[in-house]
């Protein structure tokens, strides 16, 4: 090869390498801009994404923003990061302890087992978010407010309501709710003709009752009080286990073909901390999921915690009596601000992430050959947030939704739930705990 030869070589090398920059900023571009709008971020060279579940919810409003602030309430302030020393002091006490030899026992030593078999792709999928930094300067700063503060929202009383102690007493069926209608129609059916706002009210039940907003508008309800917003397209259903089964559609294929379950499962820490009331494991035996399941089928997303006495319980006992087979397991990575772990990851009782265990309940509809048609699900993904509230779980259903059987648009249900999305029905007996006004910003029309 003579010199001029090599020369227009290296130049022809040195062209492609500047190509290929360019191409990968510009994919990094890309993926960020997407991520801004829809809160999903899918990392590279790996099976994970990281989401911001404040813009993800947000989409579900209009004249109403989930506010950061109020979401990201752990994880980003001086007096939490104390708090987390703390904690890691404490931890490193416990790993001392821990370190002192002992036998694990049978359930200890599964758990380790499936930590082990976690570990790699958890590693991996922190490694990616670590590399992803032009994602990192935008997670730290996920906690400030771009909006103002709602009218009056600074002076809205701030009364905790116990919805599940107002459902327990006698005066319950006696309890309603306020829904506030703001609508807009052109009265002479003209395309050019001015728009009318008016108001509807509607008083109704809101104990073992279907609450539904079918407008396309954000709909601002008053209880006791105190005010909530109701996503577009939603319903709740707020009652404890013994009314679930008036959920159950008439018909198979008025069923639902998503259904996530948040069980409040027994946990010493969710009872010290008085946050939520918890049940014993076979409660959930009674839930009608295969009732509930659409006559195509229905994916079924189970939130789970690390103990190895509750993983036996669902593999062993729960799938089978709710009719569902196993079909994968993701695993949610908690992060501080800063991208770093919420606590160490072998710490064997404070893991930093939860299980999702995932499955389909078999409907009338479906037969061998219709289920060859299902996407398989990936086994193993990894889905990275900065956690909000204790026990609140980011909204997932957008990450689903490929995997959900062919009926469209999906018919998608959560039970045990604490906040609403729109197109979604929420049951449990504290649907709208983190629907009240103060969990918002945003300016709203004045009517």
Not at 146 to 169: A, H, I, N, W
Request: aromatic share 10%; charged share 25%; proline share 6%.
């Amino acid at each position: 090869m003579g010199p001029a030869q090599q020369i227009l070589e290296n130049l022809s090398a040195q062209r492609k390498r500047r190509w290929a920059v360019k191409m990968a900023v510009a994919e990094t571009s890309d993926r960020l801009s997407a991520f801004l709008s829809s809160g999903i971020y899918r990392l590279e060279s790996c099976n994970a994404v990281f989401i911001d579940p404040v813009r993800v919810l947000n989409r579900s409003y209009s004249r109403f923003r989930v506010s950061p602030s109020m979401y990201y309430s752990r994880f980003f302030d001086s007096k939490h990061e104390d708090q987390e020393s703390r904690f890691s002091s404490n931890s490193r006490k416990r790993k001392r302890k821990e370190k002192q030899p002992h036998a694990l026992n049978e359930r200890e030593r599964s758990a380790d087992e499936r930590h082990q078999e976690a570990r790699p792709l958890l590693l991996k999928a922190h490694e990616s978010l670590l590399e992803a930094t032009d994602l990192l300067s935008v997670i730290c700063n996920l906690r400030n407010d771009v909006c103002s503060l709602t009218e009056s929202e600074e002076s809205l009383p701030r009364v905790e309501q116990s919805f599940v102690e107002l459902g327990r007493v006698w005066q319950a069926p006696l309890y309603e709710i306020i829904l506030h209608f703001h609508q807009h129609c052109r009265p002479s059916g003209d395309a050019s003709s001015p728009l009318i706002q008016y108001k509807e009210e509607r008083v109704i039940p809101i104990f073992n009752n279907l609450v539904v907003n079918e407008t396309s508008d954000n709909v601002e309800a008053e209880f006791l009080n105190s005010r909530y917003v109701i996503p577009r397209e939603s319903c709740f259903y707020m009652s404890d286990l013994r009314q679930i089964h008036n959920l159950i559609p008439a018909e198979s294929d008025c069923g639902f073909s998503l259904i996530v379950v948040d069980p409040p499962w027994e946990n010493k820490s969710a009872s010290q901390k008085l946050v939520y009331s918890t049940l014993p494991n076979r409660y959930f035996l009674s839930l009608p999921i295969k009732k509930l399941t659409h006559t195509e089928g229905a994916l079924i997303a189970l939130w789970v915690t690390n103990r190895e006495k509750l993983r036996g319980f669902v593999e062993k006992e729960l799938f089978p009596a709710w009719g569902v087979s196993y079909a994968a397991t993701f695993y949610w990575l908690k992060v501080k601000s800063d991208g770093s772990l919420i606590s160490d990851l072998d710490l064997f009782h404070h893991r930093p992430y939860e299980c999702l265990l995932l499955g389909y309940c078999h409907g009338e509809g479906m037969d061998s050959e219709y289920q060859s048609r299902l996407k398989p699900l990936q086994d193993n993904q990894v889905i990275i947030s900065i956690p909000g509230d204790y026990s609140r779980k980011p909204p997932i259903g957008e990450l689903l939704m490929e995997y959900v059987p062919e009926l469209k648009p999906a018919r998608c249900i959560e039970l045990f739930a604490r906040e609403m999305q729109a197109g979604w029905i929420s049951w449990g007996n504290e649907p709208l705990h983190f629907q009240e006004l103060r969990y918002f910003r945003g300016t709203r029309e004045k009517g």
